[in-house]
């Protein structure tokens, strides 16, 4: 029996842009792409003709597939002999579950290979307007996840501990939990002024963002209908926001550009358009 092989793919924060080479070209040889809900769709248009495409998305109380039938699906084209990529948005290791994965693979003896992302932890933020460091400013930042595992006997995330223990907190997974994520850092002691932001969609045409402090972001992202998917970033660096957001820093950032020439003559065009920031 030829075994396949499985590649764990990041896939970005939301541009399909930001795929790595080694993950497109994995995407582009593979026999079977088993996908997110947050890797960007487009990227399915890479797969070869005749690639089995297969939904695996997952969002609060809606799941395509549970993660045991994932892990076994993988497995399954695996043990066949095909190709597989599984495409994942963010990194495959950051609250991606990726992890779960490639154990359940290795424990059958099928090959995998690891191809990181971009996490929308760092590069979402950053296409966001709020760097995680600074100098001066944030020499340490810790990523946690707002949306843990029900059926977890008890919370894993200590708010109370994290509060003073470094410069920026990221929190991933936490829209819905804004108000009382805020308020048990503020219980834990960080100062209910400290600056906070929510960008929403980060590093798609959807993208928006919002800043407060810890003591109102809760309201003001309730105010700008502010939703999932959302990064949540407390700290000073999170004051930075309306300044280095990207149609600050450049014009045509975030711009819809609609490109009427044609497909030989766009492709180059759109390109150029997409350094720029723009989303033709």
């Known amino acids: 029996m030829t075994l396949g092989h499985v590649w764990l793919v990041g896939a970005g924060p939301g541009d399909p842009g930001l ?30 003709a005749g690639a089995l495409l297969i939904d695996a ?6 799941h395509t597939l549970t993660q045991d039938e994932t892990n076994a699906l993988l497995v399954e084209h695996g043990l066949a002999g095909r190709r597989v990529v599984r495409l994942k948005g963010g990194d495959p290791y950051v609250f991606g579950r990726g992890g779960e994965e490639a154990l359940a693979l290795a424990a059958v003896g099928v090959p995998c290979t690891v191809i990181p992302g971009v996490t929308s932890a760092i590069g979402g933020l950053a296409l966001g307007g709020v760097p995680v460091t600074h100098r001066g400013v944030a020499t340490s930042f810790a990523v946690v996840t707002g949306h843990e595992d029900p059926t977890k006997p008890h919370e894993g995330v200590d708010w109370a501990r994290l509060a003073g223990a470094t410069d920026t907190i990221v929190v991933l997974m936490g829209a819905a939990r804004l108000e009382g994520i805020a308020r048990a850092l503020i219980e834990g002691g960080r100062p209910a002024s400290t600056p906070a932001a929510v960008v929403q969609e980060a590093s798609t045409p959807r993208q ?17 209908k502010i939703g999932a998917p959302a990064l949540f ?24 550009v609609l490109v009427t020439r044609t497909r030989a003559q766009a492709s180059s065009l759109a390109e150029a358009l997409r350094l720029e920031g723009a989303h033709p």
């Open 208 to 224: 928006r963002a919002v800043t407060g402090t810890l003591a109102t972001i809760a309201g003001v992202a309730r105010t700008g």
């Open 233 to 256: 970033v407390v700290g000073d660096v999170a004051a930075f926001q309306q300044t280095l957001a990207p149609s600050a820093l450049a014009p045509l950032a975030g711009k819809r």
């Open 57 to 62: 998305g997952k969002s609060a109380d809606n």
């Open 19 to 48: 795929i790595t080479a080694n993950g497109l070209a994995a995407l582009r040889r593979a026999d079977v792409v088993v996908y997110d809900r947050l890797a960007p769709h487009e990227l399915l248009d890479e797969a070869r």
